[in-house]
């Protein structure tokens, strides 16, 4: 099981996050997250079944469905990724994802496609026994730059707008 405490700049709220994914030998992963927060003791949960495709002309390729407890819907979905080596050594690329999802419920009838591209360089042995990886993108949701740091346990993600969270994975 991961876990993790996770502190953003908008909520100003510790979370305790824990996240357990079950993966068949077909490609079929059950993923159970939920978080606590830490002030108000408050409980949200997701649940998430998908089955991955991996075609030739993708990267990777997902179809499934959601449950939140906060919005207490499910939502099924179609996501893709492309993913472009631009280093012999595979510690630099760009990657293309999109995502659409739809609450079938709804009418009328409505969805929501999200797509971002990413630049992304792994940095191993940046310090003794320290990895890093520096990820720089772009949303068409919010249009907005971001740029996540990830160190061995800890992650920083930073928007344009100088929204920010901190995860450390315990």
Known sequence: M??????????????LHAKEKFVS?????????GSLDTRT????????????????????LDIGATYETAKDEV?????GKKRFELSDDGLLSLDMKGNYSF????????GEGVGRIELSRKIFNFTEDQDLK???????????????VRENNWTLNVN???????????
């Open 75 to 79: 939502k099924y979905m179609l996501g």
């Open 103 to 110: 609450n079938a419920s709804n009418k009328p009838f409505k």
């Open 160 to 170: 344009q707008r100088g929204l920010w969270d901190l995860r450390y994975d315990l």
């Open 134 to 148: 520096v990820k720089i993108g772009v949303s068409s949701t919010d249009k907005l730059a971001y740029l996540q």
């Open 2 to 15: 991961e876990t993790s405490l996770r502190f953003d700049s908008v909520n100003r709220k510790l979370f």
């Open 41 to 60: 003791g408050g409980v949200t949960g997701r649940v998430q079944l998908r089955k991955k495709f991996f075609p030739e002309f993708l990267t990777r």
């Open 25 to 33: 030998d077909d490609n079929v992963m059950l993923t159970a997250q």
